[in-house]
């Protein structure tokens, strides 16, 4: 269906946090969950597919049953696709009661360039990598949840889960 994306990876047990990604983020996304899974936490994987057309409400639907989600892309974050839809989905999150509330985040490139490297160099500097998604993911259940998944975070930053890259 044009403007919708698919699960490239959905849990069993009712995941708090979703990755939706856009093109080779898909990648740095099912690392990022498996980082997440090793510190207990489930996360799920949604490829965006399409930038444009952009189902907004099928996704905003879909992604208010995330306590967290992560919206990523490999562009810059201003008037991104991925900026869109973490507004669409914290405003329709608004409405609901605090208990049910889904917080959304979007990443994605400034817009002053950065140095030439290599993408994983890139991905890692930009927040994009794995671990970086992982990271953020675990952080802000961390900040909602209490030091138990802090824990867990703290064990994943270690790098025990590498970028994939």
Not at 11 to 29: K, T
Not at 63 to 87: D, R
Not at 129 to 153: C, D, I, P, T, Y
Request: neutral net charge; glycine residues 10%; contains cysteine.
């Amino acid at each position: 269906v044009p403007g919708r994306g698919v699960f490239v990876r959905r849990s069993d047990a009712g995941a708090r946090v979703l990755f939706a990604v856009s093109g080779a983020l898909v990648d740095e996304a099912l690392v990022g969950s498996d980082a997440c899974a090793s510190a207990g936490v489930a996360a799920d994987v949604y490829h965006l597919r399409f930038i444009k057309p952009l189902d907004t409400a099928a996704f905003v639907q879909m992604a208010l049953g995330y306590s967290f989600v992560v919206i990523a892309e490999e562009g810059v974050l201003t008037g991104s696709a991925s900026m869109e839809l973490a507004a669409a989905l914290n405003v329709a999150a608004a409405t609901r009661a605090p208990a049910g509330r889904t917080i959304a985040v979007a990443r994605g490139y400034d817009e002053k360039p950065l140095a030439q490297a290599r993408r994983d160099e890139l991905l890692e500097r930009a927040g994009l990598s794995a671990m970086a998604l992982a990271e953020l993911a675990l952080s802000l259940l961390a900040s909602a949840s209490g030091s138990k998944v802090e824990e867990a975070r703290a064990k994943t930053s270690q790098g025990r889960v590498g970028s994939g890259a």
